[in-house]
């Protein structure tokens, strides 16, 4: 290989949606990804869930591209058969203080353009979810779960059907720009290294986006584009029967994350979780001892909840723009045309809602590259 058209870096779930988006016009499309598989990273560690979009700054990216993403996904899946259900997801408020936060949440959606939401009397709650207590709940009827790998195995084939190709094992390890485009050097998994060219770069490597774009001659730092990991554990429900929970179930969001919630899976399970801490490193370890914390954290809602019910189930980790204490930080995706690397884009920081918007996402980034490429 001497020359490709668009180079895309990173096989996730937003590499993937971009090179099945992509693929539907552009021609010589290369997914180069550094594990054996797609998606092993975030893609496959996270809650499944379709979000509506209730959380994130009214006109940003996150928030509009969940919003469009949503409905995308959705008409997708229909079409296409890929295993999702819109379950609903129920917000709930047990003090003071928390109901002021999901009222908070409610009207920053209602922002947003979410529609469809309604707050809910205590006996409708009971009425929904007998096993939740809670002094005030509002309804989001257009939140759903999904397989993440049937969807993303779903891109991937499309993407290949279009005349896409996968490299899997191979590590970028070097992009200098020239007078038509870039130079990739790359590794493979044996040591040996090869190097081509190509028209267009897009950067969805994930948890190395930001090392990425430095490659190139971008500095993280000085953009705002530095990744930082925040670690998030899930533990599994042994005996979900033993609940009658079929929605989702969240506590109110703190400005980090979204609370450790309860998320019925299509097979008929349920997880509790994530929670959310800052690491230095990606490490997957789960710590037993901390099922305690989940325990008490969802017992104030599902008093029916033991200790003895949880069990560990896995660990995720979200590739953030958005150190501890920061506000908000929305999704970076930009065409670095400006910093002088035309028909480069950066996508960094996509945590979520990324499974959703990643159809709207890939939609952006073919009109950015139909303006320059």
Do not use: W
């Amino acid at each position: 290989m001497e020359k490709t058209n668009i180079t895309i870096i990173g096989a996730g779930i937003i590499g993937l949606a971009c090179a099945y988006e992509l693929s539907k016009k552009h021609k010589d499309i290369l997914i180069i990804e550094k594990n054996p598989f797609f998606g092993q990273e975030t893609s496959s560690r996270n809650s499944e869930v379709i979000h509506a979009g209730l959380y994130y700054q009214p006109d940003s990216y996150k928030a509009n591209l969940c919003i469009r993403g949503k409905d995308l996904l959705y008409a997708l899946c229909a079409s296409h058969n890929i295993p999702h259900k819109k379950v609903g997801k129920l917000l709930v408020a047990k003090t003071e203080d928390e109901i002021q936060r999901i009222e908070k949440t409610y009207n920053n959606a209602i922002k947003s353009g979410v529609e469809k939401l309604r707050f809910i009397t205590k006996a409708e709650l009971k009425q929904m979810e007998p096993d939740i207590e809670a002094e005030k709940a509002f309804f989001s009827p257009e939140t759903g779960i999904i397989d993440t790998h049937a969807l993303m195995k779903f891109y991937l084939d499309s993407s290949k059907n279009n005349g896409a190709e996968i490299i899997f094992n191979t590590q970028v390890i070097g992009i200098n720009k020239t007078s038509t485009g870039y130079l990739i050097k790359v590794q493979e998994s044996s040591g040996d290294t090869f190097e081509f060219t190509t028209n267009a770069v897009i950067n969805a490597a994930g948890f190395d986006s930001d090392k990425v774009a430095a490659m190139v001659g971008i500095e993280p730092d000085k953009h705002g584009y530095k990744i930082y990991y925040s670690k998030g554990q899930y533990f599994r429900i042994e005996h979900p029967k033993k609940f009658r929970i079929t929605h989702l179930v969240y506590p109110p969001p703190s400005h980090t994350d979204l609370g450790i919630h309860v998320t019925p899976d299509l097979g008929g399970g349920l997880r509790l979780g994530p929670d959310a801490k800052y690491i230095d490193c990606v490490d997957y370890n789960l710590n037993v001892a901390d099922k305690e914390i989940f325990y008490k954290s969802f017992r104030r809602y599902c008093p029916k909840l033991e200790l003895d019910d949880l069990i560990p189930d896995t660990v995720g980790i979200r590739a953030k723009t958005q150190q501890k204490d920061d506000l908000f930080k929305d999704f970076v995706i930009e065409e670095e045309s400006k910093k002088g690397f035309p028909n480069f884009i950066n996508l960094i920081g996509i945590e979520s809602p990324g499974v959703t918007a990643s159809l709207a996402i890939a939609e952006q980034v073919r009109s950015l590259l139909q303006k320059t490429l």
